[in-house]
């Protein structure tokens, strides 16, 4: 039997089903009873939240309402370091920060419901480039705005410098880079009373996830399931699709806890989120005894 493959085209084991159609990512699955959803998110970019305001005219009691009280266990996002979490709390950060989701069984008056809400912020010092950072007049994060440094010294540099002909010295600076993949990104989140937290989604490493589900929520190991759909592209953006996981999965704990309370009964719900910018759109599978 010939198993050289070295100088010879392998087929991709994904291939056929991917230019068929045939692959099933993330937004292809869907349950019944959906529920749309919003993530708002802060207008300034640095701040603190002094009240969330719901105007009159919207039937608030048929939303579900998550902030950051809600969550079930630490409120972050756990990853390198637990420095972000989940939905701010009493300050936000960055322009865009989530601060609150919400979710209705209509779309459109859930867009509605999303302009309704005005997130009150007392306005702090902000820094918008490297230099002000460096500069360290205002101090917004750790000690010296500074969140790794590197001090990089191999063999006699003074002796090798020093015997050069011409060094070349300068600062370097790169703009901002975003992939951009061809699949849609999204988060499927399951949760009920026996099993625990279960996720399935567009990523690369579930066990960053899986960690970050487990600090999240307050669950041992063996009550949070990660499951890696269909991938489209690995390009590094998806290896970690930390927020989007614990939205979903916060939208549906919430909606668990609030059936619960009306009936007594524990529900199994399921909650999609999918990547839409600045917002989500998660999905409800019918509440059943």
């Given at each position: 039997?010939?198993?050289?493959?070295?100088?010879?085209?392998?087929?991709?084991?994904?291939?056929?089903?991917?230019?068929?159609?045939?692959?099933?990512?993330?937004?292809?699955?869907?349950?019944?009873?959906?529920?749309?959803?919003?993530?708002?998110?802060?207008?300034?970019?640095?701040?603190?939240?002094?009240?969330?305001?719901?105007?009159?005219?919207?039937?608030?009691?048929?939303?579900?309402?998550?902030?950051?009280?809600?969550?079930?266990?630490?409120?972050?996002?756990?990853?390198?370091?637990?420095?972000?979490?989940?939905?701010?709390a009493e300050f936000v950060n960055h322009p865009e920060e989530p601060v609150v989701l919400?979710?209705?069984?209509?779309?459109?008056?859930?867009?509605?419901?999303?302009?309704?809400?005005?997130?009150?912020?007392?306005?702090?010092?902000?820094?918008?480039?490297?230099?002000?950072?460096?500069?360290?007049?205002?101090?917004?994060?750790?000690?010296?705005?500074?969140?790794?440094?590197?001090?990089?010294?191999?063999?006699?540099?003074?002796?090798?410098?020093?015997?050069?002909?011409?060094?070349?010295?300068?600062?370097?600076?790169?703009?901002?880079?975003?992939?951009?993949?061809?699949?849609?990104?999204?988060?499927?989140?399951?949760?009920?009373?026996?099993?625990?937290?279960?996720?399935?989604?567009s990523l690369q490493c579930p066990h960053y996830i899986h960690k970050?589900?487990?600090?999240?929520?307050?669950?041992?190991?063996?009550?949070?399931?990660?499951?890696?759909?269909?991938?489209?592209?690995?390009?590094?953006?998806?290896?970690?699709?930390?927020?989007?996981?614990?939205?979903?999965?916060?939208?549906?704990?919430?909606?668990?806890?609030?059936?619960?309370?009306?009936?007594?009964?524990?529900?199994?719900?399921?909650?999609?989120?999918?990547?839409?910018?600045?917002?989500?759109?998660?999905?409800?599978?019918?509440?059943?005894?």
């Amino acid at each position: 039997m010939e198993t050289r493959v070295i100088g010879k085209s392998v087929p991709r084991k994904e291939g056929r089903e991917k230019v068929t159609g045939r692959a099933c990512y993330v937004d292809d699955l869907s349950f019944p009873g959906m529920l749309h959803g919003v993530t708002v998110r802060s207008p300034a970019a640095r701040g603190r939240i002094r009240a969330i305001h719901f105007a009159d005219g919207i039937p608030w009691h048929e939303f579900i309402v998550v902030t950051a009280k809600d969550i079930p266990g630490k409120n972050c996002i756990a990853l390198l370091i637990e420095d972000q979490p989940c939905l701010a709390a009493e300050f936000v950060n960055h322009p865009e920060e989530p601060v609150v989701l919400l979710a209705h069984h209509d779309k459109y008056l859930l867009e509605e419901a999303r302009r309704a809400v005005r997130i009150e912020i007392e306005p702090l010092p902000s820094i918008f480039s490297i230099e002000d950072s460096l500069a360290r007049k205002e101090i917004i994060w750790g000690q010296d705005n500074i969140f790794k440094s590197f001090y990089v010294e191999k063999g006699d540099v003074e002796r090798v410098w020093s015997g050069t002909a011409l060094i070349v010295e300068g600062s370097y600076e790169t703009g901002a880079q975003e992939q951009l993949y061809i699949e849609p990104q999204g988060m499927i989140a399951q949760v009920n009373e026996a099993e625990g937290v279960t996720v399935w989604g567009s990523l690369q490493c579930p066990h960053y996830i899986h960690k970050a589900l487990m600090i999240l929520f307050g669950l041992p190991r063996k009550r949070v399931r990660v499951v890696q759909t269909e991938t489209g592209g690995g390009f590094g953006g998806c290896t970690v699709n930390l927020v989007r996981a614990e939205h979903a999965a916060a939208f549906e704990a919430q909606m668990a806890r609030t059936y619960q309370q009306a009936t007594g009964i524990a529900p199994d719900i399921y909650v999609c989120e999918p990547a839409q910018g600045a917002e989500a759109w998660p999905a409800e599978r019918s509440l059943r005894s």
